[in-house]
């Protein structure tokens, strides 16, 4: 941990013109990234465009000294209480990287950010994606383990989840073979809660912030209300 000298690779590669940075550009940042030696703005949490919550980390400035801080070392506090990491180049500009909570919580579990690789079909771009199940196929309902949703991510959301009116939150797991990914999340977010269809929407996507990219997620009307576990 707070390794200067990939804090040095990050600063080489946030030089890189964005159109430039290809799946190598990539591979190196998410390799250098993890244990390089950065410095916590203040306020240390903000609140992103987005309404989420972020760790704010930034570039150290040259020559000035710092207290190490890298994304490794934030990791477990982000995870426990909800929040997402950006690192900053200048404190006044826009973050140089974001990361969301469903990343941080695939590089726990997995040792990546991109997310699951079984959640990742070849002929399907990555990022997560909402999918819907099509009337008359079979499928197969059951409570997701702790390693497909951490503990820590199931008290989370299931505090965002009463904040969106969820009294009592609850996940189901649906197993469909003939879907991409086969294994789907569902949370007991029901359109008929909300007045506006589009702010259904909206919250549907919102959840996606909280899960590893690829993750696959559907709505709750297909699986009987009693198939739910406990968030929270």
């Known amino acids: 941990m707070f390794d200067l000298n990939l804090t040095q690779k990050l600063a080489e590669l ?11 550009w990539r591979q190196a940042f998410f390799a250098a990234v993890p244990e390089a030696s950065l410095r916590a703005l203040s306020p240390q ?18 020559g000035e000294p710092f207290e190490g801080f890298c994304v490794k070392h934030v990791l477990d506090a982000c995870l426990a209480q909800g929040f997402g990491a950006a690192i900053f180049g200048e404190p006044a500009a826009p973050p140089w990287w974001v ?20 959640d990742a079909p070849a002929d399907l771009p990555p990022g997560p994606r909402v999918e819907t199940l099509k009337e008359g196929r079979k499928v197969y309902i059951g409570a997701p ?12 959301l ?12 609850g996940v189901a797991l649906m197993f469909d073979p003939a879907m991409k990914p086969s294994q789907n999340l569902a949370f007991n977010l029901y359109r008929a809660q909300f007045p506006n269809p589009a702010d259904y929407d909206r919250a549907m996507q919102s959840l996606l912030w909280f ?22």
């Open 158 to 169: 299931a505090r965002y989840l009463k904040a969106l009116g969820v009294a009592s939150p």
């Open 14 to 24: 946030f030089a890189v013109a964005p159109p430039q940075r290809d799946a190598a």
């Open 211 to 232: 899960l590893p990219r690829g993750r696959g997620l559907i709505g709750p009307e297909p699986i009987p209300a009693g198939q739910f576990a406990a968030l929270g």
């Open 145 to 156: 383990s702790e390693a497909f949703l951490p503990q820590a991510a199931r008290a989370v």
């Open 45 to 62: 949490v903000i609140q992103g465009p987005d309404g989420f919550p972020y760790f704010a980390l930034a570039m150290p400035k040259p």
């Open 99 to 118: 990361f969301s909570y469903g990343d941080l919580s695939s590089y726990k579990g997995y040792g990546r950010f991109e997310g699951d690789p079984s």
